[in-house]
């Protein structure tokens, strides 16, 4: 029987503490954050990501533009954005209110909102998109979210996604694997989460004023929907890839080939 991202969401769970995992490799970003990373992990060039980019506003030319700041995987093997990798997106929003993730029921309300309308955006590549339990970490600013869905002729991929709180937004983590493989990368997926260091000026620091009615006047909902929209959208590479060479097929008579992903 075909495994279908709805039966595997029984599998998603709150993340626990991380096994350990070697993280040797820090990366300092242009983006007042570091991010560590297992020895054999590398980056993806920019124009890798901004091939993404483009397609993924080709595919879904109504949704909301997704940009990705940076990426990382294992050594490639034949393209970029191979299955495990990880996708960063740093959103300079505004300062969100602590208290308003403490919200949990609201934070759901607004998850559910942001899955429907990545459902609707990219339909014609996924299918049965759904998210485990939203856990919010008050020690850590952390939100969770895990994510699962069909991707048309990739299959099922699982995926758990990270926002890091600042001072000035989030920064949102989001690691993406087959769903056979992901119980063997989500520690490592997680770990990575865990290993961002924002500099001191734009680490969060809870304020006496969050608790107020009139604080954090910045629509954090609509922040969350976009951070769902953009890690849905993550998982997508494949099927992209898939559905242009599927094009050039058609236009020049010729096989597919293995191709280059979303470098130039």
Not at 3 to 17: D, F, G, K, Q, S
Not at 242 to 254: D, E, I, V
Request: glycine residues 6%; aromatic residues 8%; hydrophobic residues 45%.
């Amino acid at each position: 029987m075909k495994t279908t991202a709805a039966t595997v969401l029984m599998a998603l769970c709150i993340p626990a503490a991380c096994h350990a995992v070697d993280l040797p490799q820090t990366i300092q970003t242009k983006d007042a954050f570091t991010i560590s990373l297992p020895a054999d992990w590398v980056a993806f060039p920019k124009d890798a990501l901004d091939n993404f980019t483009t397609a993924l506003t080709k595919l879904a030319p109504k949704a909301a533009r997704q940009t990705y700041d940076y990426g990382f995987q294992l050594p490639m093997k034949k393209h970029w954005f191979e299955y495990p990798y990880i996708l960063v997106q740093v959103k300079r929003a505004g300062r969100v209110s602590d208290a308003q993730l403490k919200s949990i029921k609201r934070v759901e309300q607004d998850v559910k909102q942001g899955v429907d309308q990545a459902r609707d955006s990219y339909s014609s590549v996924v299918s049965n998109a759904q998210v485990g339990e939203t856990v919010y970490e008050p020690a850590t600013h952390i939100l969770w979210i895990r994510i699962a869905m069909d991707v048309q002729k990739v299959g099922t991929i699982k995926g758990v996604s990270a926002s890091v709180l600042t001072e000035e937004g989030v920064i949102i983590i989001s690691g993406y694997a087959l769903a056979a493989d992901f119980d063997q990368y989500a520690p490592v997926f997680e770990a990575i989460a865990r290993s961002t260091v924002v500099a001191d000026d734009l680490k969060y620091r809870p304020h006496f004023t969050d608790s107020l009615p009139l604080s954090g006047r910045i629509n954090w909902g609509l922040v969350l929907r976009a951070a769902l929209i953009g890690a849905i959208a993550g998982c997508l590479p494949a099927a992209i890839i898939f559905l242009s060479k599927l094009r050039r097929k058609k236009k020049t008579g010729a096989g597919p080939g293995n191709g280059s992903g979303f470098s130039s």
